[in-house]
């Protein structure tokens, strides 16, 4: 793997844009002398029984640190790094976007899910035992390899299932992960960068819930200073949060993943009907509601809306849908209550993410152009799309889906 996307040397560099183009970071790539600073606060692994120990004050750093790949996810950057002693995989942040202490938070709860064997890829902690580390304005997190094959690892986001046996064992593996995730006690994170969440669409008055937030997020007050976007949300997202917010006021609140899709999973073989082998990519997990993270699943991965920008039309496949959620229901069959819910949040299950994106393209990258493209395309498209014949329909059947229940 060489670090270019798809193999393609022409596009080494380029990342994945808000639509289907690869486009120039945001931010730079990694580079050998970088992940080798970072690797040097990192203990060596320690060695098999009867092998050479390293001795405590050796490093995980070292004179071979190769970049064999880097990310093409354009919000932060990352690489896959090899070195003499196993690799690993070094993601950055500015410190805009994440902290030690959210990331902290992320952590503990991966911890937990691989305590209760979820197969997610272990964080390695520093020499003062940290899961973070900070240099200059940037955070970095190193974690091991994930498990498996990672089939999708250069598709854009909202790239749908390979396979309907791909969407099947990704829902048996999300419902495995909510039972894992059951207890976890960290309150919700607070809204911000590039973080998912319910608040607004479970308050009882959700522009004031949004107005109360722009107190403490100066860059997305900015930027909706600037759009009608209270009636906006009246007039496209209101009536839908209307109708989910009493049904979910009747579930219990836990934490998910936040972006569950195919290409934050691997999988045990590249076959049609491969398991899913690992799970990665937490950034967006918080607390929320199973079901609000089942219909992010389905936002993901079960629409095609990279078409609804070019053609107006964004098509859904039902059989990805039902495949994914029969998945689900083999493990975790959703109660009556979660069923009637599911297809009234899924229209404004990307409210929270979407206010988010404003603000950090907005605020930390400096991009009008996809500032306007979250707000315009995302956060209101998306919800006008289910009143339309497409989404409609998707409604329709999961409506039907939860009458048996």
């Not at 911000?192 to 997305?220: N, Y």
């Not at 950034?283 to 993270?293: C, E, K, P, S, W």
Request: overall charge negative; glycine content about 8%.
């Amino acid at each position: 793997m060489s670090g270019t996307i798809a193999g393609d040397p022409a596009l080494a560099g380029l990342v994945h844009g808000m639509g289907k183009d690869l486009v120039e970071p945001d931010w730079s790539p990694l580079t050998s002398d970088e992940v080798t600073a970072v690797l040097a606060g990192y203990p060596l692994p320690a060695e098999p029984a009867g092998g050479r120990s390293a001795g405590p004050a050796a490093t995980a750093a070292g004179p071979a640190e190769v970049i064999a790949w880097r990310s093409p996810r354009p919000m932060s950057a990352a690489a896959l790094v090899r070195r003499p002693h196993g690799a690993v995989f070094v993601k950055r942040h500015d410190q805009r976007v994440r902290t030690i202490a959210q990331l902290a938070t992320e952590h503990a709860f991966t911890d937990q899910l691989r305590a209760r064997g979820i197969p997610v890829p272990a964080v390695l902690r520093t020499a003062h035992g940290a899961t973070a580390a900070q240099h200059g304005d940037f955070v970095y997190e190193v974690h091991e390899l994930a498990a498996g094959l990672d089939v999708y690892r250069d598709a854009v986001s909202w790239s749908p299932f390979a396979s309907l046996g791909h969407a099947r064992a990704a829902g048996a593996a999300l419902a495995r992960l909510h039972g894992a995730a059951a207890g976890f006690p960290l309150p919700a994170r607070a809204p911000g960068v590039l973080i998912s969440g319910c608040e607004v669409i479970t308050a009882p008055d959700p522009l004031a819930a949004v107005r109360r937030q722009l107190g403490q997020r100066p860059a997305l007050a900015g930027y909706l200073a600037g759009r009608r976007w209270q009636a906006d949300l009246a007039r496209h997202l209101l009536p839908a949060i209307r109708r989910a917010a009493p049904l979910l006021a009747r579930l219990a609140r836990q934490w998910g993943h936040g972006d569950w899709h195919p290409s934050n999973l691997t999988w045990t073989s590249a076959a049609s009907e491969a398991g899913v082998a690992g799970v990665f990519d937490f950034g967006l997990a918080n607390r929320t509601f199973a079901v609000h993270d089942l219909a992010t699943a389905l936002e993901r991965a079960t629409v095609a809306w990279l078409d609804l920008t070019e053609s107006g039309r964004a098509g859904a496949d039902i059989d990805a849908i039902d495949a994914l959620l029969d998945g689900y229901e083999e493990i975790r069959p959703l109660t009556p209550a979660e069923a009637a819910t599911l297809p009234e949040v899924f229209p404004v299950v990307h409210l929270e993410y979407a206010l988010s994106e404003i603000e950090y393209f907005a605020g930390v990258v400096d991009s009008a152009a996809n500032a306007d493209l979250a707000y315009d395309g995302y956060l209101i498209e998306h919800t006008r799309w289910f009143d339309g014949p497409d989404g409609s329909r998707v409604l329709e059947h999961l409506r039907q889906r939860a009458r048996p229940h």
